[in-house]
């Protein structure tokens, strides 16, 4: 009696701010209190899951023939709701759907839902490592290391609760070993444990693995040998994991091995693997993030690559492509290839670990980022969405509690790309932190604003990976070791001299323009039409490049970086004042990191300009705050974070 009373209390009152909490119970913070609801009709997840967490009316679960595939209905019928659904799967999304509801504090009284996904597949790629590191992971280490029944469950409600419905268990850097028979069983136990959820298991494996792991001479991909030992691997495969989703392949990218070694195609390579998986229901995700040293534009690169064999995939196959044609930078113009391909099944990857976005330190909701990118790419001309994870063994899974939020609002967009980030933000902050109007608001709109805000402070204008070598985590424009190949050095994109920055991508230049429809070609083309978020990106602009503000462009530079330092020390005072909504653990800890935020974006602003005005030779605007460090200091600052310096992950780039 007395837990109960105290339960409803919490219910009530919400959590109090007096109590801490550690974030691991993500959105999913419901005080289980096994009411005795009625849930009837289909047992299984969602009804488990109702059952010890839905606190209002009766609950019908029912199998529908004729809705979409993981689509369902929900409806208020005689006093009950009932949900219908097609599949187990279906249900479970549709029962995550009510508590949500209930969560968000909305009415569940005349319910009438029809939902279906935007996508077939909603795919987490994790780049998780054999030894347990997790390349570009900010979060501690991987949760598959030493898989924790309890986590597990947690990972799987997770993801199910947002609708993803795949995982890809290790790194596309594919250790060959992924395929060992040992490390097969050990995604079969993780996969028993996520089907319940309805989520399948994906590997990447590395394309010389018939060398390495078979014991043959080649992997050419055309050879019989070669051919049946993926046969045989396949099938083990599948009698251990009978759902198995298929795989991804990162393929001669950054030192991969991949068909090109044996004088064959991207879609040699890709169709091989795709004839084996297809007797399986298996598919293929072919990568299409590839660059070379000697290419004059690594933009160009991958369009060059695939564009040839557009219409020479297997059904089976589908090529995943970074949102941007370089890497996931703050700002990027979408990959070209998302419109030029047209005989091609394509599927998006964004990268939802912060790589390049301060790491678990810095508050960068990522939703907007993901808007703009669909305002160019149309949902429907895609198959999928691949989301690189943000999750670890930390308490708190992501390292830093708002970056949760990007992991949630990745299988809520995967789900339905035309939901406005605003809409998943307030829901996800209803459910993590409270549905009080006077931390909603100002915190919402912290979200919204912090994507743009990093730009300014890291590269406003379209600069773009001016990151420092290897750990990519502060500014370096000015790396460039000896002998490191071009493309792996800040001024390879910068290009900064006395004239002006910025790479010369026009019709003139390196003409990526052209990759771009011709409408788009043309804007971009122009460096009085190009949008100015992207200046620098497709124009060497000199400094006294007038800007539409009126100032010159050095001006305008300084500006927005300053503006970014403002925006990142403002984000913090709206922080401090949340205090008494939020408790007092996640409250200290999320202040912490706002505070290092704020600190890293002056360390941006103050070693960019400094540096670029070692080339423009114009003075910092009067109207803007000066630096406070000097070059040579930021130039030897080095920042000493062990996890970027694992020698297992060999980042010299
Ligand atoms: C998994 C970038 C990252 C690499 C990553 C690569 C990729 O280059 O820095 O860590 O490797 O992208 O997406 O394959």
Known sequence: MKTFILSTFFLLAGWSSAYGEDGSQLWLRFNSINTTVSVTGVKGTAMTELQTYWQGGPVVLKRQKGLAKDGYTIKSQSGKIVIAAASDAGLLYGAYHLLRLQQTGQSCDQLDISEQPAYDLRILNHWDNPNGTCERGFAGKSIFLNPNPERMKMYARANASVGINGTVLNNVNAKPEALSTASLEKAKAIADQLRPYGIRVYLSINFASPIKVGGLETADPLDAKVISWWKEKVNEIYKLIPDFGGFLVKANSEGEPGPQDFG???????????????????????????????????ANQAYLEFMPLDGQFADNVIIQIKNGPVDFQPREPYSPLFTAMQKTQMMVEFQLTQEYLGAANHLVYLAPMWQEFFSFVKPGSLRAMAGVANIGDDTNWCGHHFAQANWYAFGRAAWNPALKPEEIADEWLRQTFSSDERMLGPVKQLMLDSREAAVSYMMPLGIHHIFAGGHHYGPEPWYSPKG??????????????????????????SANVK????????????????PENLLTWFHHVPWDHKMKSGRTFWDELCHKYDDGVHEARHFLTIWDAMQSYVDQQRFSEVQRKLRIQARDSEWWRDACLLYFQTFSHRPIPQDVEHPVHNLDEMMKFRIPISMYENPENGYNK
């Not at 490191?484 to 230049?509: C, E, K, N, Q, V």
Request: net charge positive.
């Open 264 to 298: 064959r195609t991207h879609a040699d390579g890709a169709n091989m693997l795709a004839g084996v998986l297809k007797p399986h229901k298996g598919i293929v995700m072919w990568r299409a993030f590839v660059y070379a040293p000697q290419s004059p534009d690594r």
């Open 515 to 530: 990759q771009y429809p011709e409408a788009l070609c043309r804007l971009y083309n122009d460096i009085n039409t190009c």
């Open 484 to 509: 490191l190949r071009a493309d792996w050095t800040p001024p390879y994109y910068h290009r900064a001299d006395s004239i002006g920055m910025g790479f010369d991508r026009t019709l003139t230049g």
